[in-house]
């Protein structure tokens, strides 16, 4: 693989119009996925303090005026959540000033950093979430795989920045996340009982969360397991996809599904050494469904816009993968990994559309390579998701 040295990021506009419009701008995201690259790289000038550092950590904790004359605004600093306590004099600072991006901070825990925020500096900063590499990402900069080699290797910004195996690195960023993060956020005391965990949700992407089975499974209590998954997710390692209901009764299912932000640790979790591997496993289509599903949650949030992504599914068994919400209307997108269409494909869609008269043209994203466009239907290659969000 051609090692690329630097990967245009679509966040780039929102993140240069929200630096022009607030006096600090918080950009967070799973480790490794590109925040302190992409503030750095447009921030060249700006003084930079890494809260994971010891030293630099302690001085802002012991004496936070000396370590802002030690790092004086315009500043970048990473891991925030590390010192929430340090946002306090952020407000006061920059109150202070009518400037603006004079403050970037960084965070890989949402949920100590968005409270910590929403106490200290609501109002002041812009919150931007920036996850791994899109499709649309990696094609602007040449690179092309196919579905079975984009599943393998996945997103992160290092698979493609240096010369690194995928295996090498989900096994690495398996267990730095079990040493820097979990035992931060969590009291787990058996840790091979937490990766058993993490494989069987691997095993259940897409699947609607059943908290009782899957406790039953790993061998753990409820409260347990929902403290895990709040830990998972507050880290950004997975998200969850909630259902579409609309005044039409208890027939709808209203559990929200799962997927792994990153859906290459989903194949490395499954134990794919290869995307040879890919096309056999029985679970091939839902690691293409969680990659598009995660392409299309990237694409908004690039835009600096809120995710508005849906699934449908009622009691009956009919179901739509993704829904788009576009004002009031509505647009269902059916996902397969398929390289060939079947008019099996299109009748969730047709289902949908008789249900709500709100309901826009439906979407069927798929792997293969012809597009067209019909009255009812779109066709369209995963590689092309993002155009599809980008005009909901």
């Known amino acids: 693989m051609l090692k690329i040295s630097w990967i245009d990021r679509s966040i780039e506009a929102e993140f240069a119009r929200v630096r022009n419009e607030y006096p600090v701008v918080t950009v967070t995201g ?20 890494n809260l994971e550092l010891p030293e630099i950590r302690n001085l802002a904790q012991s004496d936070p005026k000396a370590f802002f004359n030690a790092y004086p605004a315009p500043v ?23 400037k603006r991006g004079q403050y970037i901070l960084t ?9 910590a925020i929403s106490q200290s500096l609501a109002g002041r900063t812009a919150l931007l979430r920036l996850l791994p590499l899109s499709l649309r990402e990696l094609q602007q900069a040449g690179v092309t795989l196919s579905r079975d080699e984009i599943l393998f290797r996945g997103f992160m910004p290092r698979l493609y920045h240096e010369d690194i195996r995928p295996g090498t690195l989900y096994s690495e960023y398996f267990q730095n996340y079990i040493e820097r993060d979990l035992r931060q956020l969590a009291s787990v005391r058996d840790l091979l009982l937490f990766e058993k965990f993490l494989r069987f949700l691997a095993g259940r992407i897409g699947q609607v969360i059943n908290i009782s089975s899957l406790a039953g499974d790993v061998g753990v209590c409820r409260a ?6 709040a830990v998972l997710e507050a880290s950004f390692i997975i998200f969850r996809l909630p259902p579409w209901f609309e005044n039409i009764g208890k027939r709808v299912v209203k559990t ?3 997927y792994f932000t990153e859906p290459g640790l989903a194949a490395w979790l499954l134990d794919i050494e290869t995307p040879q591997q890919i ?10 469904e969680n990659m598009v599903i995660a392409e299309a949650l990237k694409a908004r949030l690039n835009a600096g816009r809120m995710p508005n992504l849906y699934f449908y599914r009622d009691a009956r068994g009919n179901e739509v993968d993704l829904i788009l919400r576009q004002h009031r209307q509505l647009k ?3 996902i397969k990994a398929a390289m060939t269409f079947s008019p099996d494909m299109i009748v969730g869609l047709n ?3 008789k249900q709500f008269t709100n309901a826009l043209p439906g979407a069927v994203i798929y792997a293969g390579d012809i597009e067209t466009t019909t009255e009812t239907t779109h066709l369209l290659n995963f590689i092309h998701t993002a155009n599809l969000v980008s005009d909901a």
Not at 224 to 229: A, F, G, K, V
């Open 279 to 288: 096309s056999r496993d029985p679970l091939m289509g839902c690691l293409f």
């Open 256 to 258: 929200p599904k799962l």
């Open 30 to 49: 799973p480790r490794q996925s590109g925040k302190t690259s992409l503030a750095r790289r447009y921030c060249q000038g700006y003084a930079y303090a």
């Open 76 to 98: 970048i600093i990473d891991e925030v959540q590390r010192l929430p306590e340090l946002l306090s004099y952020i407000q006061v600072l920059a109150d202070s000033t009518d």
């Open 351 to 353: 289902h949908f559309q």
């Open 332 to 334: 269902p997108v059916e």
């Open 107 to 115: 965070g890989s825990h949402q949920l100590d950093l968005v409270a």
């Open 224 to 229: 347990t397991l929902n403290e895990w998954l």
